[in-house]
């Protein structure tokens, strides 16, 4: 479903992604981690044309993409993005937030959006949370709207960005089932974050990167319990 190879990415003078390979199946889990500071979000934000790679290529669905030539809203619509920061309009409803950029971008008839936000809302348990503004909910359920917003453009995968490290911890569960409840129906994921139970329990593969390079990639089990690296195996001391 994605397909990145020698990915390079610099800021200048700084080299932070120096020749990524990964491959993502169709349904697949990632959980991608590693320290602060080599290259996660940064190897995120190229999945979605955020940031433009220096060097390799990037395949989505069997079709790669050349960002001078492509229109990056759209292959943005595939690659669906949830933030540590949720950045919902404030001035707009929960539902308005929702339906903002298929009405927009996809050109959906309102009647039409509005009924699949109201059913992505439900999905994410916020039916009666459609007509509220953002300031009115918690944390918890402004990242829920942010996931039902980015799946109304009906991505081929989804991206999440440490999407509970903002949150307070008794608001992190309800993020982390409805992302569960996804992987359960077969989207697609990369999902950067430091919760490891829920990587034991969702993740297909864990990856770990280091300095702007992939130094392990395996089943959960096997990443825990046997890594290869040195690396690894002190950031697993470290985080559990
Ligand atoms: P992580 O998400 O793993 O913590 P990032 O991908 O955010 O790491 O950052 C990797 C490195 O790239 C850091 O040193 C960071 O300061 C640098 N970096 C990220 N984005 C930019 C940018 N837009 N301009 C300059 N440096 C950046
Ligand atoms: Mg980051």
Redesign the pocket.
């Known amino acids: 479903m994605i397909i990145g190879e020698n990915i390079h990415k610099s800021?200048?003078d700084?080299e932070?992604l120096k020749g990524v390979d990964l491959h993502v199946k169709p349904q697949e889990v990632v959980v991608l981690v590693?320290v602060?500071?080599?290259?996660?979000?940064?190897?995120l934000r190229c999945f979605n044309f955020l940031e433009l790679i220096n060097e390799g290529k990037i395949t989505i669905d069997g079709h790669t993409i050349d960002p001078k030539k492509e229109n990056l809203a759209k292959v943005r619509a595939e690659v669906g993005m949830v933030f540590q920061h949720f950045n919902l309009f404030p001035h707009k409803t929960v539902l308005e937030n929702v339906i903002e950029a298929p009405l927009i971008v996809k050109r959906q008839k309102r009647a039409e959006a509005e009924k699949k936000g109201r059913e992505l809302l439900e999905k994410v348990g916020l039916a009666d949370k459609a007509d509220v503004y953002p300031s009115k909910l918690s944390g918890g359920q402004k990242q829920r709207v942010a996931i039902a917003r980015s799946l109304a453009m009906e991505p081929k995968v989804m991206l999440f960005d440490e999407p509970t490290s903002a949150l307070d911890p008794e608001l992190v569960s309800e993020v982390l089932q409805v992302m569960k409840q996804l992987a359960e129906e077969g989207m697609t994921m990369v999902v950067?974050t430091h919760e490891m139970k829920f990587a034991k329990e969702v993740a297909d593969r864990i990856i770990m990167i280091d300095q702007g390079k992939i130094i392990e990639s395996a089943d959960p089990k096997t990443f825990f319990e046997n890594p290869k690296h040195e690396r690894t195996r002190q950031f697993i001391q470290m985080v559990e």
């Open positions: 800021f200048g700084l932070v590693g602060s500071g080599s290259g996660k979000s940064t190897l950067v």
